[in-house]
């Protein structure tokens, strides 16, 4: 069976048109993408006989590998319903080198880390938190004589 590798990194050099610029600034420096030059690298190490295609190839059915430049792919949902329709057997290698089969549990988590990267609501509802707990410990300190 013949083995299949696509990389993209769109994501890291367009912004979408739906994020604010300020915000996508800070998603990209966060997930630290990886080049182009280090994931093919990568692919040589797990995958030696992988055949570099473009999205829009045809190709006979065989195994496919996408090529993440961060961690969770961001960018990557549309191209991944499309090449799953496409190719049966799917594995992710990751700028982390992580290596995985891409099956429905492993991409509904996928898709749940990168929305919580994108909207940052595990800092949003975790903010407040802290700065009650932070004032509360300034507050006992200060009764205490620490401060």
Do not use: H
Request: glycine letters at 4%; hydrophobic letters at 40%; a positive charge.
């Amino acid at each position: 069976m013949k083995t299949y590798a696509i990389f993209d990194d769109s994501f890291f050099k367009q912004k979408p048109w739906w994020m604010p610029y300020k915000l996508y600034n800070v998603v990209c420096l966060r997930s630290n993408p990886r080049s182009r030059e280090y994931m093919l690298n990568i692919l040589q190490e797990k995958v030696p006989d992988a055949q570099i295609i473009d999205t829009t190839m045809s190709t006979e059915n065989g195994q496919l590998v996408l090529l993440y430049p961060d961690a969770i792919g961001l960018g990557w949902s549309p191209l991944e319903r499309a090449l799953r329709r496409r190719f049966n057997n799917v594995k992710v290698l990751n700028g982390r080198k992580r290596f995985f089969q891409l099956d429905g549990k492993e991409l509904i988590q996928l898709r749940v880390r990168r929305f919580l990267e994108i909207t940052f609501l595990p800092e949003i509802i975790f903010a407040p938190f802290l700065l009650i707990y932070g004032t509360v410990l300034t507050i006992k300190d200060k009764i205490r004589g620490r401060l």
